[in-house]
Nanobody, 121 residues
Framework: QVQLVESGGGLVQPGGSLRLSCAMS????????VGWYRQAPGKQRELVAA???????RYKDFVKGRFNISRDNAKDTVYLQMNSLEPADTAVYYCNADAFVHTIHRVVDYWGQGTQVTVSS
């Protein structure tokens, strides 16, 4: 089992910045990939950025050059630094981890509870 707890959301003006944090606990060694998704009202949840284990970060086109995902293994925390925020970035942001569960020999998706990001003047 993996537990994920997000923090750092809030209200910010257009052009501003926020840093989201995702504290991981549990069977962290089994995690294959961690990432951030978002869901705006009336829309489907979509991938924002992800880091595969031992791999390089990847981003959706709409955040390239503005957002940066990083992982601090010493703190078991994943960050999403968001710069040049736009009203279109308003959404609930979720931390996600794909982990291999040995007891069932399957990859399982784990989710945090989400944190609201609102970009408005």
């Amino acid at each position: 089992q993996v537990q994920l707890v997000e923090s750092g959301g809030g209200l910010v003006q257009p052009g501003g910045s926020l840093r989201l944090s995702c504290a991981m606990s549990g069977s962290i060694f089994s995690i294959l990939s961690v990432g951030w998704y978002r869901q705006a009202p009336g829309k489907q949840r979509e991938l924002v950025a992800a880091i595969p284990k031992g791999g390089s970060p990847r981003y959706k086109d709409f955040v390239k050059g503005r957002f940066n995902i990083s992982r601090d293994n010493a703190k078991d925390t994943v960050y999403l630094q968001m710069n040049s925020l736009e009203p279109a970035d308003t959404a609930v942001y979720y931390c996600n981890a794909d982990a291999f569960v040995h007891t069932i020999h399957r990859v399982v998706d784990y989710w945090g509870q989400g944190t609201q990001v609102t970009v408005s003047s």
